[in-house]
């Protein structure tokens, strides 16, 4: 099982390329989409939220808005939630990979390279586009204000790094392009695989 790290900054693309992943076959793991589950009702995250932020649990569940009030007050406030979330996102990726079969799993992280993770991949991809166009995306979906913007791309290392880091660079300026590029990347892998 080969194991690719997928990454990039704020709204450069990974969802939307981990999808292209999964339609040619790989298995896709969503860290993003782990942090949903474990903020919802039931989620592993309730508990520990209740006590140490009791103000952002709503109806059962981990309110994504109020915390973004809550860091954007107190910018230290982000750290104590990671130290909260990643510990439970690591439980569930092992999960997922214990149960996973594909030959190639993909692993959409945005923390990949800040966390250390890429040490564990057999190789990382990263999305990317320009700058200008990334925030006007992120600045679209409505869900973040400049200033809330700002604030999670000043903790992300720059983006520059981490295609400079990464084995493979995706644009994502256009659904076409970056389906051609994430099939080449599939295909070589593929043949890397087939070659061993
Ligand atoms: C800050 C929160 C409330 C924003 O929620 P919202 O629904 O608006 O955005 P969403 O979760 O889709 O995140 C959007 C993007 O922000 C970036 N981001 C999220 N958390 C962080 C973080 N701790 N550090 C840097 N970038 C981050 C990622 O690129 C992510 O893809 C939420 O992301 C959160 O609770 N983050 C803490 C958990 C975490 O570290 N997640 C990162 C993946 S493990
Ligand atoms: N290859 C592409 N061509 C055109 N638009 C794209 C492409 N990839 C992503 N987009 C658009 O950019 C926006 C952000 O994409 P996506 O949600 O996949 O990014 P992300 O990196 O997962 O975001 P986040 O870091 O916030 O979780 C979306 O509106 C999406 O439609």
């Excluded at 999808?19 to 009702?41: E, I, K, N, P, T």
């Excluded at 104590?80 to 999960?95: F, M």
Aim: contains cysteine; aromatic residues 6%; proline residues 4%.
């Amino acid at each position: 099982m080969f194991l690719l790290g997928l990454t990039g900054s704020i709204g450069m693309g990974k969802s939307t390329t981990a999808q292209m992943f999964a339609d040619l076959g790989c298995a896709v793991w969503d860290a993003d989409a782990a942090v949903h589950r474990l903020y919802s009702v039931g989620g592993a995250a309730v508990a520990p939220f209740s006590s140490a932020f009791p103000t952002a649990l709503v109806d059962g569940e981990v309110s994504r808005a109020i915390l973004k009030e809550i860091i954007a007050a107190d910018p230290t406030a982000l750290r104590q939630i990671e130290q909260i979330v990643h510990p439970l996102v690591s439980q569930d990726r092992t999960a997922f990979l214990k149960a996973a079969t594909a030959d190639i799993v993909v692993l959409d992280i945005p923390l990949l390279f800040e966390t250390g993770g890429d040490a564990r991949m057999d190789a990382v991809a990263c999305v990317t586009v320009d700058a200008e166009i990334q925030q006007a995306r992120v600045l679209a979906r409505g869900t973040m204000t400049p200033s809330q913007f700002e604030a999670i791309l000043a903790k992300q290392m720059p983006n520059d790094e981490k295609c400079a880091r990464a084995d493979y660079v995706i644009h994502t300026d256009s659904l076409e392009g970056t389906r051609a590029e994430v099939s080449v990347v599939v295909a070589e892998i593929r043949k890397s695989l087939t070659d061993a």
